[in-house]
């Protein structure tokens, strides 16, 4: 069976989706494995609770994000997944690791890509006055938060919003694409060459952000 390994470091949520799916059979997929850089992560518990492998590797205990990046490769190797999903994992991966995994790598992120890349997207959007935000998946590639688009979906942004409003909508949208992505992946309908994506031999067009 398609095997998934979720990296995380925080609450889980999105982790917890694709565990509910997999269960279900909507995603015919297994995790493997489920990888923490911090130790106190509540998707940990999910993880335990569903039965799956759990590992903490704390990037406090080496000295280079080098060698945090060749423990993590070599731990990666050892649960032979078929699909590594960063789920809000906050660490951002070297060329060398990602180059281990050749468009093996999927991540989550609270933007409407291109638009608002890196940390605090919610707050940026809100000060640059959008009228529309949401969430992507993307093939991870050395440039951060630059590989191409696998799946996005939006929200209109109100009078009324605020950074915790929009993490709280976007976070709805995240469990709609991830696991719709990651099931992609596991049917074999995603194919890969070089910057482009297709879905089903039908190329994936990026969302155009105003």
Known sequence: MFSLAVLISGNGSNLQVIIDKCAAGEIRAKVCCVISNEQDAYGLERARIAGIPIHVLSHRDYSSRTQYDLELAALLE???ADLIVLAGFMRILGEG?????????INLHPSLLPKYKGLDTHARVLKAGEDTHGASVHLVTPDLDSGPVIAQASIAVTDVDSVETLQERVHGLEHEILPRAVGWFADHRIKIEGDRVFLDDMPINRLKSK
Request: glycine share 0%; net charge neutral.
């Open 97 to 105: 690791f990602i180059d281990r995994f050749p468009n093996r790598i």
């Open 78 to 80: 050892t649960c032979d």
